[in-house]
């Protein structure tokens, strides 16, 4: 288990510990709360209206405020900024965002309490080159940014100033590719190059960061990133973020995704929820994430897993048989509980049914769910062929239509049948599993398990529930399900997102229900079940917008242009388009997508697939226009 280790426990709610490091009087890690924080999108050198957008930002809840400093000037003005906020009564530290610059680092290091400094392009180059590196090369390189990286070590240690060295998935260099790929691996190395340049230095003021648009590569990358810490005896704190996660709900779900499922183990000490809106939007939702966590901790126990079959630093499937359309090589399905609703043509409709009477067909769209719950009521009409009914056993037992129902049974109803049908079985609690019941799962290929949790540290309980399936060889199919009480809807896709995103991202579940006691979101339950499994690209059933938070960088109104970009190519079902407001993550976070719309200058945006640029610095009236011409020449065109 030691080289598999990334936490302090797998079933136990514990805070990964790591080092205390102050900025500016508020301190990060160690017994500290989890911090949470936001970026400024106002231009740096226009000091009133980022100052303005900073308070809004610490009044929404923000601990730190980032603010980027893409050149010498904007990190001198960081000094009127700083002056500024302390003149109107704020002390909330900031925090220099720095890339390309180093000697805008030098300079941030003296007026801020925290500079972020990215290795893949602060001492490095990416312009996708291939090319082979010995190993004596390499350490020269090694040295080249040493001798670079050094003198805003020794800045940072004179003035007190804390840095994190943050990796982005998107900006690894061509050295770094070269000789990882494109893997979580590169990911890591590239941070600890620089943290070892750090401790040569005896600075240890570090918080670090492995952030990607990607949530399956971002969870593998802190968990590779903690157990590499460990074996080098290292507990520096973590700062989460899904970066360019997106807006709306996509944005919502994929953050919960990926901050939650590393929260989940105790790991993370600040977070920041990179939403493209304005970044005081993005602090309510911060602290619904992190609030969660104060009330994880009065978990009941749950005992702890001594080996796990799961290799948490590679995504892998869990492997089981097909029952029905569930479990196997299918994807991931959706089901919608319908149990409070009267079926009508209407109800149908909302969740992507709609029956055309004129030539009497069922119309299906992109995300229409694959099954419903329907409890114990009558179904009363008539029912497109591909929709799976659910119902509870008892009604099943008395219906006369059979076979095109599916019961739901309880673990004591399971005991004692033994009908050779299809059947869902409902599972609650880990302490109902008995070595009865593994005896009859063995022996049953018409089952799906649809497993559940009240314990207040539920995935964990889930977990240890797979876990116990694995060692016992038992490839049973599993829904995994919630309900949920008296939630407002962001709430609910924040904890749904968590329950489901934290087991699917291990490659566990064939399938999601939730269950509300509230009638007003189930409509809007499936479009959230459907995003869930998108932003665990676990079943791909819409267009995916990988958008950047905007920033001082960005010239252009990423938000509006987002919106135009999502207007004309939503309806490109399984594509992945980037919409990012500067070069700085963008070429390389574009790798992970099919097309990408990049910010280049004032009005002026550049086109790529994949990471290869098409068309430079077109002017950005045309460049929608132009992004459908790339879209179409590529054959990747449907028409609406």
């Known amino acids: ?89 704020y002390s909330t530290p900031l925090i220099a965002d720095i890339h390309f610059t180093p000697n805008a680092a030098l300079i941030a290091a003296e007026i801020v309490q925290k500079v972020r400094i990215n290795p893949g392009n602060y001492a490095d180059k990416k312009n996708f080159k291939k090319f082979e590196i010995t190993d004596s090369e390499y350490n020269l390189e090694l040295e080249r940014i040493y001798d670079k990286f050094s003198p805003l070590v020794k800045i940072c240690k004179e003035n007190g100033t804390a840095m994190r060295i943050g990796t982005n998935h998107g900006s690894l260099s061509d050295r770094i590719m070269n000789r990882y790929g494109d893997t979580p691996e590169g990911m890591v190395e ?67 995704i990926g901050i939650g499922a590393l929260l989940e183990d105790g790991l993370g000490d600040t977070i920041r929820v990179s939403l493209t809106e304005e970044p005081e939007y993005e602090l309510p939702v911060a602290k619904k994430i992190v609030d969660r966590y104060y009330e994880i901790k009065k978990h009941a126990n749950i005992p702890e897993i001594s080996n796990y079959p799961i290799n948490p630093f590679s995504y892998s499937k869990r492997k089981t048989f097909s029952v029905l359309n569930l479990g196997g090589d299918n994807i991931p399905r959706v089901c919608i509980d319908l149990s409070e609703h009267q079926l009508s043509y209407d109800v149908l409709k909302k969740i992507g049914y709609t029956y055309a009477a004129n030539i009497d067909k069922w119309i299906l769209n992109d995300i229409a769910c694959d099954y419903i719950h ?104 599993v829904i995994l399900s919630r309900y949920y009480k008296s939630y407002d809807f962001e709430s609910l896709c924040i904890s749904s997102s968590i329950d489901f995103g934290t087991l699917l991202l291990d490659g ?36 995916e917008f990988i958008s950047c938070p905007s920033c001082g960088r960005t010239q252009f109104d990423l938000q509006e242009t987002t919106a135009m970009v999502r207007e004309k190519t939503s309806h490109l079902k399984g594509l992945k388009i980037a919409v990012m407001g500067c070069i700085v993550n963008g070429p390389g976070e574009m790798a992970d997508a099919d097309y990408g719309y990049v910010g280049t200058g004032v009005n002026k ?18 460049s929608i226009d132009e992004l459908i011409k790339l879209i179409k020449k590529n054959n990747d065109w449907i028409n609406p």
């Open 1 to 89: 288990m030691s080289h598999l280790k990334y936490c302090a426990s797998l079933t136990k709610y514990q805070r990964f510990k790591t080092r205390e490091v102050c900025i500016g009087g508020v301190s990060l890690g160690g017994n500290n709360p989890i911090r949470i924080q936001s970026m400024t999108t106002t231009n740096t050198m226009d000091t009133e209206n980022t100052v303005k957008q900073s308070i809004r930002m610490i009044e929404a809840g923000s601990e730190f405020v980032r603010i980027t400093a893409p050149s010498i000037n904007e990190a001198k003005n960081l000094k009127n900024i700083k002056q500024s906020l302390k003149s109107k009564g």
């Open 605 to 622: 945006v550049s086109l790529y697939k994949g990471h290869d640029l098409v068309k430079r610095n077109i002017d950005s009236k045309n």
């Open 190 to 256: 590239s941070a600890m190059e620089f943290i070892r340049v750090c401790e040569s230095h005896n600075f240890y003021d570090i918080v670090l960061s492995m952030k990607s648009s990607n949530p399956i590569i971002m969870v593998n990358a802190y968990r590779l990133l903690v157990n590499k810490m460990i074996l080098e005896n290292m507990n520096y704190p973590l700062h989460l973020g899904v970066t360019e996660a997106g807006d709306g709900l996509e944005g919502r779900v994929k953050s919960s």
């Open 374 to 477: 329907i409890g114990s009521n009558e179904v009363g009409i008539s029912l497109p062929p591909s929709l799976g009914v659910i119902c509870d056993y008892s009604f099943w037992s008395k219906s006369k239509d059979k076979l095109n129902l599916i019961p739901e049974m309880t673990l004591k109803e399971y005991s004692t049948f033994n009908e050779s049908v299809f059947k869902f079985v409902y599972m609650l609690s880990l302490n109902e599993l008995t070595d009865d019941l593994f005896e009859k799962f063995k022996n049953d290929s018409k089952v799906v398990v649809i497993l559940d949790s009240q314990n207040k540290h539920g995935v964990s309980e889930n977990r240890r529930v797979f876990v116990e399936f694995m060692n016992e060889n038992l490839n049973i199919p």
């Open 508 to 543: 566990l579940g064939d399938g999601l229900l939730v269950s509300l006691d509230l009638l007003t979101h189930t409509y809007e339950l499936n479009e959230l079940l459907f995003s869930i499994l998108q932003g665990t690209r676990t079943r791909i059933s819409k267009t």
